[in-house]
């Protein structure tokens, strides 16, 4: 391979230089010792379990999917392949260690079957149970797991015995115990059941796909494969319906109480030996979140806080929560900030947008952002003033237990994270990284732009001087509400980096929907994501191009997926006065098209509103296009379906608008893992960008 094509390669077998970094971790309340999972090398998509001592600062091995398996290759079983799907995780082997309180009892599923490890002993031992198995967790006080087998919600002994059911579906298109796509994809809840303090009784959702549409998401490249059948709740049409009930393990099952007509979206369960469990639920429209305990003996629920908004109420990870004393945790948006309060006080203040909860206990463990958006720090307030814990530039998380914080943080001035354990505020041991030092450093220059402050990043060609020539433009943005692309991470830009280095100024800008900014930031693209989104990236574009006259702004090209995509599509379509090529990725081009939870947030439901989706939608912009358009999609998406391109190229051939269409047998939202195939569909876009901008390939 030559040096060109070497990186790209290096970037998918490493997972973008994440293999070989170690997360999820579990801390012992006694601060004895730190379970995690990490693969074995910077290039191997197996993980294994392992256990740092905390008293030698030992690492060892505690369970090794080689050595379960006997060297035979990880079966996934569906419903664990669209958890790992939702969550967009790639790797394999041990990807789930749930324990019990004492982070002792550790259970996992390896192709569909269950293990346990005992943290102290060492021994892992393979439980005989139904399968295949989905989600296991031991119960807090170590002496059953709970798992979901063909949508049915069991429990096992530790020791083995007494495997059988709690819960099952009543009939098909019904799961116990697992949670349902929307609430996966878009509500950050992965998990359908929760565990009582005592380990006795579980809190289970109980599903009903029968009301969702069915899509029918076929490969046209094996027509013989029967296709994947989909329920997919569309926007402005049915949703999954939830329900709770009470189980008890040795018997006994209260239905749980609230109006889920009125209320049907179940966005997180929290229990607790701090109070009662306590459910968060939303309206359809978003604009209402009430917190509702739940009384186990009787299944009622009372209203604890409500949550209004004109626009939307947020859902933030890690609340509701009880505190150990009793007192509640919840994040509330009020006047420009994202806010965490603790018993109806506010411990935060305009200064600092929280992100997320992280930990509750006598205080509060959470991240924020300051002044800069790009930097995410944690935190902890009590009773006094929040006391920031993580102490460098850049984007940190962390996870906590007693005394013991393990501090996960992300530099420009490192590549990989650096894993520090804190006993107190004294660090006392770090964890090892097997991750592979990535060939290129980003040449990296930040900007705050305008009156809106817009963030953005310019990547120039490694070793660029102003004397070698005017460069093209190329954006690449995701530009939407959940991800931020600006960020003081060196891991963020390395891949924009590449791009860079094959000739192009890169740009890339956060814009108004991006997180970090405050909820008045996000709610700026309520009804408007097309005409919102894409004015920042233009002016962004003319704001740099001002500052950097070496940047050649009658050659603008802009590649982006999912969101990215969208805005990539929409930028030709809309502005070819300012964008001369795109490269659209998996886009959403009809929002009628995409979820429920999702599009309804921002655009209303379609039915009330449906001038909105006019004129945020693609479709009928195909006459308009003049400049040259790529679409790319996955033939397997469930998430952005590959009607979205298909409709936009149909209409941009009714229109006569020459485009090209390039789909991926076999792909889901995610790209291609494979290293030659992932290394060709970067070149592709490379040579077609070339192409379409009549600029050559690099000599």
């Not at 006080?345 to 305009?350: C, D, I, W």
């Not at 004294?426 to 030092?437: D, G, R």
């Not at 479709?619 to 400049?627: M, Q």
């Not at 358009?629 to 051939?653: F, M, T, Y």
């Amino acid at each position: 391979m030559n040096s060109e094509t070497s990186f790209l390669r290096l970037q998918a077998r490493t997972q973008r230089f994440t293999l070989g970094t170690a997360r999820e971790f579990r801390i012992s309340p006694d601060g004895s010792r730190v379970l995690f999972l990490r693969s074995e090398s910077g290039e191997d998509r197996r993980h294994l379990l392992w256990r740092l001592d905390l008293a030698t600062g030992t690492e060892s091995r505690l369970a090794d999917p080689a050595e379960l398996l006997a060297g035979g290759d990880e079966e996934l079983p569906a419903e664990e392949r669209a958890r790992r799907e939702r969550s967009r995780e790639q790797g394999g082997g041990v990807l789930g260690n749930a324990t019990d309180d004492a982070v002792r009892v550790v259970a996992f599923a390896l192709s569909g079957r269950l293990f346990v490890a005992d943290a102290v002993g060492g021994e892992v031992r393979e439980l005989d149970t139904a399968a295949p198995v989905v989600d296991p967790r031991p119960d807090p006080t170590g002496r059953h797991v709970a798992y979901v087998a063909g949508d049915a919600l069991r429990v096992v002994g530790v020791d083995g015995t007494g495997d059988r059911a709690l819960a099952e579906p009543e009939g098909p298109d019904r799961a116990c115990g697992l949670a349902e796509f929307i609430a996966a994809e878009e509500m950050g809840r992965s998990r359908g059941y929760w565990w009582s303090p005592d380990g006795t009784r579980l809190l289970v959702a109980h599903t009903d796909r029968r009301p969702v549409r069915r899509w029918h998401i076929a490969d046209p490249a094996n027509p013989a494969a029967p296709p994947n059948v989909v329920a997919y709740p569309a926007a402005g049409t049915d949703n999954v319906e939830v329900r709770l009930a009470v189980i008890g393990v040795a018997g006994g099952r209260v239905e749980v109480d609230w109006d889920g007509a009125t209320l049907p979206y179940l966005a997180s369960v929290h229990w607790s030996a701090g109070g009662p469990p306590l459910i968060a639920v939303q309206t359809r429209d978003q604009r209402t979140m009430q917190i509702r305990s739940v009384d186990p003996d009787t299944g009622r629920t009372g209203l604890v806080h409500e949550e209004t908004d004109a626009h939307w109420v947020d859902i933030v990870a890690g609340v509701p929560a009880w505190t150990t004393d009793g007192r509640l945790v919840r994040v509330s948006a009020r006047d420009g900030a994202y806010r965490l309060v603790v018993a109806d006080k506010e411990v935060t203040g305009p200064d600092l947008q929280v992100r997320s909860v992280l930990d509750v206990a006598a205080d509060v463990l959470f991240t924020a952002s300051a002044e800069d958006p790009t930097q995410v720090h944690v935190y902890r307030v009590g009773d006094a003033e929040p006391i920031q814990v993580s102490t460098v530039d850049g984007v940190h998380g962390a996870t906590r237990s007693g005394a013991v914080t393990v501090l996960t943080s992300w530099s420009l001035e490192h590549s990989g994270p650096r894993i520090t354990v804190l006993r107190g505020a004294e660090p006392i041991a770090e964890v090892a990284s097997f991750a592979v030092t990535p060939p290129i450093v980003p040449n990296l220059h930040l900007f705050t732009i305008g009156d809106r402050a817009l963030r953005a990043a310019l990547l120039l060609p490694t070793g660029y001087r102003t004397q070698d020539g005017r460069l093209p433009v190329l954006l690449d943005p995701y530009g939407g509400p959940h991800a931020q692309r600006v960020l003081a991470s060196r891991n963020a830009f390395l891949g924009a980096q590449w791009l860079a280095d094959q000739g192009f100024a890169v740009l890339i800008v956060d814009g108004r929907g991006t997180p970090g900014r405050g909820p008045d930031w996000d709610r700026a693209i309520a009804f408007d994501l097309a005409g919102t989104t894409l004015a920042d990236q233009v002016d962004a574009l003319e704001a740099v191009g001002r500052a950097y006259p070496e940047l050649d702004l009658s050659t603008v090209a802009i590649r982006g997926w999912s969101y990215g995509g969208y805005l990539a599509a929409l930028a030709v379509l809309r502005r070819p006065d300012v964008f001369h090529a795109a490269i659209a990725g998996a886009p959403v081009t009809e929002w009628r098209l995409y979820d429920t939870h999702y599009t309804e947030r921002y655009l209303g439901h379609p039915d009330e509103r449906p001038e909105v989706y006019e004129r945020n939608s693609l479709l009928g912009d195909a006459p308009n296009l003049t400049r040259p358009l790529l679409l790319i999609h996955g033939l397997a998406d469930d998430n952005v379906v590959v009607a979205h391109s298909l409709r936009l190229s149909s209409a941009l051939l009714a229109a006569g608008r020459p485009h090209s269409l390039l789909p991926l047998p076999g792909v889901t939202h995610m790209t291609p893992l494979d290293d030659e195939v992932s290394e060709n569909f970067m070149l592709v876009q490379l040579h077609w960008l070339r192409d379409a901008l009549g600029i050559g390939d690099k000599p």
